[in-house]
């Protein structure tokens, strides 16, 4: 498995941005298609955004689509998640994942596709 950390989440007031990072360590990054989740409290994990090895195609969840960007800079074993006019509904604790991919066309929406997870960051919108 990859170790994954993130960083870069705290209080911003509606209508602000955040960009949340999300380095891995341990394994080649590049093996790896990634995506971030966010679990807001007394809800399920959702899906965010996904992206497949090589940083192309991505998807969004319809509530973040012109919004949020995911990306990825494989030569700093880094992952991406820029988010713009957040809203306080976007306030929830954020994770990156990592899962290992033998293809690299293809990104991964579900939670069970997913074997190594960040600590998470909290990430929180007021009005």
């Known amino acids: 498995q990859v170790q994954l950390v993130e960083s870069g989440g705290g209080l911003v007031q509606a209508g602000g941005s955040l960009r949340l990072s999300c380095v891995a360590s341990g394994r080649t990054f590049t093996s790896y298609a990634m995506g971030w989740f966010r679990q807001a409290p007394g809800k399920e994990r959702e899906t965010v955004a996904a992206?497949?090895?090589?940083?192309?195609?991505?998807y969004y969840v319809d509530s973040v689509k012109g919004r949020f960007t995911i990306s990825r800079d494989n030569d700093k074993n880094t992952l991406y998640l820029q988010m713009n006019s957040l809203k306080p509904e976007d306030t929830a604790v954020y994770y990156c994942?990592?899962?290992?991919?033998?293809?690299?066309?293809?990104?991964?929406?579900?939670?069970?596709?997913?074997?190594?997870w960040g600590q998470g960051t909290q990430v929180t919108v007021s009005s």
């Open positions: 992206i497949n090895r090589s940083g192309g195609n991505p």
């Open positions: 994942a990592a899962t290992y991919a033998k293809s690299g066309l293809y990104y991964f929406v579900r939670r069970i596709d997913y074997d190594s």
